[in-house]
């Protein structure tokens, strides 16, 4: 029977995702004659990620602490970085204009990487001298357009489900352009299809205190790397205990 529902969950994410990319792409090709941001692309894509999640009959999603954002502000996200799914997982947040800041080989996954593709994300070659500048002069031109930039500071996905050392880049492109780092934390996103079945979960994603512009650009950036990787291991611990107590 798990194995059935696998078949059919697939079936139905395959043709979701082919209605989705058509108008995408209309909204693509609109986009790139009058808005550089491309935002038509940025709105569709939010409900054509979340029926990753929807379409699931074994997934259930929790978002916490949505009220601490205001859609209309701009922010530097930061996120615990566990799975591929943590990409679909984000578009939960109440936001819907921001640019994920994610390694080329994503663009080489069939829909999601060519969604991200046409939503104008930022793409850069890990462990190059030139992924910084990258994020920095692609991050501060979008920013400075209104819309927001998600970075996964790990750099990688965690292997041992742990939380690793945050780098600086995402700390210091918000002190470079004067913006409050909104800190994200994600649970349940690691295992979800194991032994051709899906695996019920229960997937958690919350949203921390965020920092403000004027704290950010007074406090040195390794500091806030820290600040914030330390809020985040302590939230995903307790996040831990009441999905398990649940």
């Not at 792409?25 to 692309?41: N, Q, T």
């Not at 940025?42 to 379409?55: C, D, G």
């Not at 640019?99 to 996954?109: G, L, P, T, Y």
């Not at 970075?151 to 409050?180: C, M, S």
């Amino acid at each position: 029977m798990k194995v059935i529902l696998l078949v059919i969950y697939i079936l139905i994410i395959v043709v979701w995702a082919i209605i989705s990319l058509v108008v995408m792409a209309l909204a693509w090709l609109y986009s790139l004659l009058f808005d550089p941001e491309h935002r038509p692309v940025m709105a569709l894509s939010r409900p054509a990620a979340r029926m990753v999640y929807h379409f699931s009959p074994v997934w259930r999603v929790k978002v916490e602490g949505a009220e601490k954002l205001d859609p209309k502000q701009t922010y530097v996200l930061t996120c615990n970085h566990q799975s591929f799914f943590d990409i679909p997982l984000a578009f939960f947040l109440p936001l819907w204009k921001f640019k994920f800041v994610s390694k080329v080989e994503v663009r080489n996954i069939l829909a999601i990487g060519w969604m991200l593709g046409m939503r104008g994300d930022i793409v850069i070659r890990r462990g190059t001298s030139a992924a910084a500048t990258t994020v920095m002069s692609e991050g501060t031109k979008h920013l400075r357009a209104g819309t927001s930039v998600f970075i996964f500071p790990e750099g990688t996905r965690t292997k041992d489900g742990n939380i690793h050392r945050y780098k600086d880049g995402a700390f210091r492109l918000a002190q470079e352009n004067g913006v409050a780092i909104a800190p994200c934390v994600m649970l349940g996103t690691k295992g979800l299809f194991k032994g051709g079945r899906l695996n019920s979960r229960h997937l958690v994603l919350r949203i921390l205190d965020p920092i403000s512009a004027e704290e950010v650009k007074a406090t040195p950036a390794r500091e806030l790397a820290e600040r914030v990787r330390e809020a985040s291991v302590a939230a995903l611990e307790e996040m831990k205990k009441s999905v398990t107590c649940g």
